[in-house]
């Protein structure tokens, strides 16, 4: 079973213009969200995260929001810039010391 | 500095073959993680330490696969009488709190 959807396998924006990337969960005892990024033959790289007792958390140009009624999760990137071209995944757990549960990525492509 | 460190980074090695990974985790962070990542997928969790203990491990490993950390700083990861379906990227990660951190990955190709 797959706990966690990331229903767009790639997503093509061009620079400067806002990318929004998705995460859906099914299991409501998730209570700790985080996004990474991956580059080829790298691990990923921690971005930002979000606990359940909010809905919104901002770090510079990267927005996380969570629906926990709809278990919803997404990524805003603004503006996005070529750079931030690689896979991304959300990642979940259900409390500090728990193994984290991902997605299966999204690859984004920033063009010029 | 002071990320998490994993050697070596790239393994080929004939079925059949036993391969050993090394984590070096940051240096303040009790907590200690294996994942591994196939094509296509997200990292998958292998196994958990707290300090030297072993607390958790996921049915993906298997009694080939056995993984230690002797002093509560560094880890190893072994697979015996390694299969093709071994190949993949595994990778560590360490934390003190909710956020894991990973490092680079050991890419295992087996022939």
């Known amino acids: 079973d797959q706990q966690v959807k990331q229903n767009s396998p790639s997503l093509s924006v061009q620079e400067g213009r806002i990318s929004i990337l998705n995460c859906d969960y099914t299991?409501?005892?998730?209570?700790?969200f985080l996004w990474y990024k991956k580059y080829p033959a790298e691990g990923p790289t921690f971005l930002i995260s979000?606990?359940?007792?909010?809905d919104k958390n901002e770090d510079g140009r990267f927005t996380v929001f969570l629906n926990k009624s709809a278990k919803h999760l997404s990524l805003h990137i603004v503006p996005s810039q070529p750079g931030d071209s690689a896979v991304y995944f959300c990642?979940?757990?259900?409390?500090?010391?728990?193994?984290?549960?991902f997605g299966t990525g999204t690859r984004l492509q920033v063009t010029l | 500095d002071t990320g998490v460190s994993q050697d070596p980074r790239h393994k080929i090695t004939k079925r059949g073959q036993n391969v050993t990974f090394r984590c070096d985790p940051i240096?303040?962070?009790?907590?200690l993680y294996w994942y591994r990542q196939t094509l296509g997928q997200g990292p998958e969790f292998l196994t958990y330490?707290?300090?030297?203990?072993?607390?958790?491990k996921s049915r993906l490993l298997s009694d080939r696969f056995s993984a230690e950390r002797p002093k509560g700083s560094f880890s190893t990861l072994e697979i015996q009488r390694t299969e093709q379906g071994d190949s993949a990227m595994y990778l560590c990660?360490?934390?003190?709190?909710?956020?894991?951190?990973f490092g680079p990955g050991t890419r295992l190709t087996v022939l």
């Open positions: 990660a360490s934390s003190y709190s909710d956020t894991q951190y």
């Open positions: 299991n409501s005892m998730f209570d700790y």
């Open positions: 979000i606990s359940s007792i909010k």
């Open positions: 990642a979940l757990n259900t409390g500090t010391a728990s193994k984290l549960t």
């Open positions: 240096s303040e962070h009790n907590r």
């Open positions: 330490f707290q300090n030297e203990a072993q607390l958790e």
